[in-house]
Nanobody, 115 residues
Framework: QVQLVESGGGLVQAGGSLRLSCAGFGSVSRFIAMGWYRQAPGKQRALVARLLRGGSTNYADSVKGRFTISRDNAKNTVYLQMNNLKPEETAVYYC?????????WGQGTQVTVSS
């Protein structure tokens, strides 16, 4: 049973940083990719960053150079380091574990960026 648990969200001022964590998926090698998505009120859930099993990464254009996705295989944890946060990035951030033909989602963690 896979139960993703996100942590690290909170309230931060514009320009600040947060690091999100995702655990509960067992070994990261089980999945073809791990990712972070976000959903702002009234908007669709969108990809923020994705880390493939082989180590390559994908980022939304809006976060390139500011966000970094990484993993700690020993701790079976995936991180999203977010720097220079902007008010428009206020959203619920979700962890995703992607397999072939299936995916698991966490419950999400709220990130609020004040101006």
């Amino acid at each position: 049973q896979v139960q993703l648990v996100e942590s690290g969200g909170g309230l931060v001022q514009a320009g600040g940083s947060l690091r999100l964590s995702c655990a509960g998926f067992g070994s990261v090698s089980r999945f073809i990719a791990m990712g972070w998505y976000r959903q702002a009120p009234g908007k669709q859930r969108a990809l923020v960053a994705r880390l493939l099993r082989g180590g390559s990464t994908n980022y939304a254009d809006s976060v390139k150079g500011r966000f970094t996705i990484s993993r700690d295989n020993a701790k079976n944890t995936v991180y999203l380091q977010m720097n220079n946060l902007k008010p428009e990035e206020t959203a619920v951030y979700y962890c995703n574990a992607e397999g072939i033909g299936y995916a698991y989602w966490g419950q999400g963690t709220q990130v609020t960026v004040s101006s």
